[in-house]
């Protein structure tokens, strides 16, 4: 099985986190009581605020329109909330993997202004250069099939906090040399989509099948492996922006019940600070086999403080797949 090339730009992301700081708030909301009654305190509401709407995606390729609507369905099953179609983000994404096309050897985020086909540097210059106004991030495989493309992404734990995000729009790209880009972004900070406080999101879960054929190549590699490539299929554990997600203990058994050898990474261990302190990944430490089976992981920690245990099913496939569960 040949590595698949995966690449992730980061460097907007960490910029917004900088200058807009976390998310909801934890102080109490206090109601006014009644008279000769004593003072009611009661905890502030950190309801989600999620896009329930699944709208498909409008596209005249195929590949792209799979890339869009099986990742509303990998969310819509995560819990994440589904994102709305974005005509500048589509012709930002499509715009890069044709200048990639146009000039081999250019396999990154960054487009060079004398190069054929630019049109912007970095992916939230290409994203305004066709209208965007707020925040873009993007994504990019190196996958033939945009159902390999979207599974071999979403099992890498850097592009899956990327796909699972709290963005609220999407754009999707793709030429047929085997370059794949998916382009997400928000117009504002009050724009992301917020899980509820005591939210637990995890994907792989709720009996979602996968498919793991492309799995275990990363760039950059998960700092967490010193290193190591040809790791496995890799989970993700997300709770609301500006919460901390703390792991106590995280494992991940087979259909037989064998534990399989993983490593956490979370906000406090990830050296390159790409994740937040509301992210945690459990990464295999070896492929696993490319086979039809299931898995189950549970996770104990503490979701800004309160404890909690999780347990997720999930299914692997074969062939060509839409996510269902």
């Not at 998310?23 to 989600?48: E, L, M, N, R």
Request: aromatic letters at 6%; glycine letters at 10%; proline letters at 6%.
């Amino acid at each position: 099985m040949k590595n698949i090339k995966i690449t992730l730009a980061m460097a907007a992301t960490a910029a917004m986190l900088a200058a807009c700081g976390g998310g909801g708030s934890d102080t109490p909301a206090v109601v006014t009581p009644a008279p000769d009654t004593p003072a009611v305190v009661t905890p502030a509401v950190t309801a989600d605020t999620l896009n329930r709407t699944n709208t498909p995606g409008v596209y005249a390729d195929n590949e792209r329109k799979y890339m869009f609507d099986s990742l509303n369905q990998v969310r819509g099953i995560t819990g994440v909330g589904f994102l709305k179609q974005n005509e500048a983000l589509d012709k930002a994404a499509q715009a890069h993997v044709e200048y990639i096309k146009m000039n081999p050897g250019e396999w990154s985020h960054t487009e060079k202004p004398d190069y054929a086909g630019f049109t912007g540097e970095t992916p939230a210059d290409r994203a305004r250069h066709f209208g965007y106004a707020g925040y873009a991030g993007e994504s990019l495989s190196g996958s033939i099939t945009a159902m390999g493309a979207i599974n071999g992404l979403l099992g890498v734990p850097y592009h899956a906090r990327h796909l699972l995000g709290d963005d609220s729009d999407l754009g999707t790209g793709r030429v047929s040399s085997g370059a794949h880009t998916v382009v997400t972004g928000t117009n504002s900070w009050n724009s992301l989509q917020k899980l509820a406080g005591d939210q637990i999101a995890m994907y792989p879960c709720n009996n979602i099948q996968v498919n793991v054929q492309d799995q275990g190549n990363e760039r950059p590699n998960p700092v967490v492996l010193n290193g190591k490539k040809d790791f496995g299929y890799s989970s993700m554990a997300i709770v609301r922006r500006g919460q901390t997600l703390v792991v106590d203990a995280w494992e991940l058994r087979d259909a037989a019940g064998n534990l399989v050898p993983t490593v956490v990474m979370t906000g406090a261990n990830d050296t390159l600070k790409y994740f937040s302190n509301h992210e945690a990944a459990l990464i295999p430490l070896n492929a696993l086999p490319r086979t039809v089976t299931t898995y189950t992981s549970v996770l104990n920690g503490k979701n800004n403080g309160v404890p909690f245990e999780k347990t997720c099913t999930w299914r692997t496939v074969a062939g060509e797949t839409v996510p269902s569960n």
